[in-house]
């Protein structure tokens, strides 16, 4: 059975960081593009970054772009999201799920994460 574990969130002041960890059990992460998405109270869940099997190609969305980086260690079949300059914009809980090509559409992915609290205050 395929699991995906968050951790790493928290509550930060703006303009500090935190990195999200998500860990995955029960499959061969390395045959995986994997994504970071979040929902905001009353919003609709939103696309973050997502990253190919091999780290050689990265998606950010633009609210993002420069200040988050996604990263894996296939080894350890965990992917992380190192996010900075955190805003108050970026609260929401923080979603990790897996894909078989790399997309954007959390449509496309399959297996999720139960998710993490991020709270950035102003």
């Known amino acids: 059975q395929v699991q995906l574990v968050e951790s790493g969130g928290g509550l930060v002041q703006a303009g500090g960081s935190l990195t999200l960890s998500c860990v995955v059990s029960g499959r061969t992460l390395s045959s995986y593009a994997m994504g970071w998405f979040r929902q905001a109270p009353g919003k609709e869940r939103e696309f973050v970054a997502a990253?190919?099997?091999?780290?050689?190609?990265?998606y950010y969305a633009d609210s993002v772009k420069g200040r988050f980086t996604i990263s894996r260690d296939n080894a350890k079949n965990t992917v992380y999201l190192q996010m900075n300059s955190l805003k108050p914009e970026d609260t929401a809980v923080y979603y990790c799920?897996?894909?078989?090509?790399?997309?954007?559409?959390?449509?496309?992915?399959?297996?999720w994460g139960q998710g993490t609290q991020v709270t950035v205050s102003s």
């Open positions: 799920a897996s894909t078989a090509r790399l997309v954007t559409s959390s449509s496309q992915y399959d297996d």
């Open positions: 990253i190919s099997r091999g780290s050689f190609t990265k």
